[in-house]
């Protein structure tokens, strides 16, 4: 069927019409199936209803295709026709007259597959594929009918009993139907409710799936701690067991006799190889001798605060080569030095120092005999040590060599006294604490 186009645009779609005031309509299309240029004519009587369906009618309208400009055709009725004559009057067709021409084009496309209008040979080959459809047809429905004839003979020596029975079967198959159709919906109900548990148990397989990888995260996170505890402890264990090795070897170092070595030489006492006396036949500078005394003053001072001895009148002052020793208010100088008769009253104070420091070193000893298993191997008499003066004025060099000897010696002997006793103490501490 063909689509109207708005009255505005009818007289562009349809072609170009002409008309006269006592003919019938005549215009010019092109055929809808070959495109070839026609010319139509509505030759159908005034009276004629366009809206009804005029099967048969429509094949009585002049279909001709033009041999010249269809501008030079005009329409005419004579001898119960239309003509299209070139001198004919023209006149613009009514808006009435274009829509009855567009329903009998509407209507014709209607009776068939084909839009209108066409021309006469594509008309006759639509004519003929409806005829073949038809013949289709009409062979389909012959042989639907030997069919329904080839049953009902079938059917014709069938009892009445075997027609009951066959209703009967058929009624019970229809039950069963039913009953089938019954249990398809209980098991399309049961394949759902599978369907909703298999996704509750991949939803729970998916949580299950993330806490078993959060679980081995953790797994790994406590191996990696645990690692590094093992680590740490193994570190830690290992720096207890060298802080131990270095606790006992220091234990059992005696520092004071490291710092402070004191050895014979020959004749002389030495102290960190520093020589404490004079030979005639070995003179010994005083600068070495002042540097003993510094180191012997330096020493006893550490024995004194070591052992904590409490000290009434004298005070030690070590300051190297001009160390002195405080008796009361008076400061006693540690160092000599030679010339003339300046030098004589600085052995005079050099002596009185010397025997300051003996008294000093007799205190100590005194604080340490507490332990009976304590005694000096040479004994401290006022400014005598071993029974030997440590005074310079008035004592041979050879005796005053020795005597300041004799008191190096009890110094070394304090060391190792204070040494032992502190190791008995810290082996005594460690057994009770086990």
Known sequence: A????APGERLQTLGSFVASATTGTCWSDRCQRCGMQLRIVDDLPPSTDVTQSFRGAINESFV???HSDPDEF???RAAGRSECQPDGALRCPSLGEVTRVEMIMALASGQTDQDHPVCGDCLKAVVAEVQRQVDEA??????YQDAFARLEEQMRPLQQDDAESVEAEIAQMEDEERRLLEQLRELDREEAEIHEELERHRRLEEAMQREEAELWIGLADQQLALCEGEEERATTASAIRYATAELNRLQRTNVLNDMFHIAPSGQFGTINKFRMGKLLDDPVPWEEIN???GQACLLLDALVRKCGVPMGQYKLLPRGSFSAIQVGGEVLQLNCHDGGLKSFFNNRHFDLAMTAFLGCLKEVARFLQ?????????????DKVGGFSVRVLFNPPERWTKALKFMLADLKWVIAFVESREHRDRTHAAASAR
């Open 64 to 66: 001709v295709v033009p």
């Open 138 to 143: 009409q062979a389909e429905h012959r042989i």
């Open 2 to 5: 063909m689509d109207a186009p």
């Open 291 to 293: 540097a003993a005394w």
């Open 74 to 76: 005009v329409v005419g």
């Open 370 to 382: 507490r332990d009976p298993s304590m005694s000096l191997p040479f004994k401290i008499e006022n």
